[in-house]
């Protein structure tokens, strides 16, 4: 089997393909990290070694294909989907490695927006290394799309999640809000908060609502790990609130500035926050441009009356309006259920 595989020759484009797929595995956590395959070449096209990173802390893609391949590196190809690192972090610098090894080309899809660890291609041609970068660097990209723009940022990428009424009301006028969306979308929030490192709302949901913000239905994820719980304002919240039993941790902020929040979430390596509410903490983060993407469910209800799905944003004409780019909409149907709209947008 070894034998017959490693006769096949693979193109460039194939090997990053199968760097990209490797990057992707479903054992590896989403966070903090960034998923990275790494395919080692002879010259003639046969593969030497394989490597992917398996979380934080754990040798980096580069390091675990040179790891296996020993001394067959020397002299090989190395594809990578990530430029390799520079920096010693929680383990040594890639680009090092590489050079350590031997290697005579470097091949990598997406550059490094990391400012810490980036310069890798710069240290490997210093070393006589031959490096060519963008090869499947959109497909690469992917599958690390919500790090990467969040490492662009420097602060954790924001997905606000709600659910509306056809005049959006998330809650009817005497507070009761369960349920607008159907199962379906409910289990569809459950499978995208478990792409999440955070979930947060506002002290008012606490307080008004109890909700548990946590993975539930969702076992057939990888995310093992349940998102932090992170409740943000100054109202005074009741002890036995669900958000502070041991199904996941809980970290109160007594503060409004979104930008301060995420700021301190970031220093916690915390990379995707789901923003699920309510309607005064959604307008303070639509206010201060700190949302990234939105998920909305939109039920065929009418209420006339209630909560609104986010508060005044301060806009008084249209043209001040704020215009997400629609990147899919779906119809998410649901036994003996009308089915609901879901819209997800881009800011
Ligand atoms: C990875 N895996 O295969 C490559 C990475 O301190 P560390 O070890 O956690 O370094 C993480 C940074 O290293 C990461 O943000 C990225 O910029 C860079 N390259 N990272 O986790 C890899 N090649
Ligand atoms: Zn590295």
């Known amino acids: ?65 040179l790891n296996q391949a020993g001394e067959r590196a020397r002299g090989a190809i190395a594809i990578v989907t990530l430029e390799p690192c520079n920096h010693t972090g929680r383990t040594g610098p890639c680009a090092q490695r590489l050079i350590d090894a031997g290697v005579s080309r470097v091949l990598y899809a997406q550059s490094d927006p990391n400012p810490i660890a980036s310069g890798g291609a710069e240290t490997l041609r210093a070393a006589g290394i031959e490096v060519e970068s963008g090869l499947l660097a959109e497909e690469s990209r992917a599958v690390n799309r919500v790090w990467s723009r969040a490492t662009e940022l420097q602060r954790p990428y924001v997905t606000w999640k709600f659910a509306t ?56 994820l990888p995310a093992a790990v349940q998102p932090l719980r992170v409740v943000v304002g100054e109202r005074a919240l009741p002890v036995h609130a669900k958000v502070f039993d041991d199904a996941a941790p809980t970290l109160v902020m007594a503060t409004h500035d979104p930008a301060m929040v995420l700021e301190h979430l970031w220093r916690m390596e915390k990379r995707h926050v789901f923003l699920e509410g309510g309607p ?16 909305t469910y939109v039920a065929p209800m009418l209420l006339g009356a209630g909560r609104n799905a986010v508060a005044d944003l301060g806009i008084s004409t249209i043209a001040d309006a704020l215009r997400p780019t629609v990147v899919d909409i779906a119809i998410i149907e649901s036994a003996d259920e009308q089915p609901c709209v879901r819209l997800v947008m881009e800011t």
């Open 1 to 65: 089997m070894l034998i017959a595989r490693s006769a096949v020759r693979l193109t460039h484009a194939q090997a990053m393909r199968r760097a990209i797929e490797l990057a992707a595995s479903p054992d590896v956590p989403l966070w903090p990290n960034p998923r990275v395959g790494c395919v080692l070449l002879s010259k003639r096209g046969t593969v030497i070694a394989e490597g992917y990173h398996r979380g934080a802390g754990t040798p980096h893609a580069e390091a675990d294909a």
């Open 165 to 220: 009424t056809l005049d959006g009301r998330s809650a009817a006028a005497d507070g009761t809000s369960r349920w607008i969306s159907n199962a379906a979308a409910r289990r569809d929030t459950h499978v995208r908060r478990a792409e999440c490192d955070v979930i947060m709302v506002g002290t008012n949901t606490v307080a008004v609502d109890d909700p548990s913000l946590t993975v539930r239905d969702a076992d057939d």
């Open 280 to 295: 005064t903490l959604a307008a303070a983060f639509a206010a201060a441009g700190l949302i990234d993407e939105i998920v």
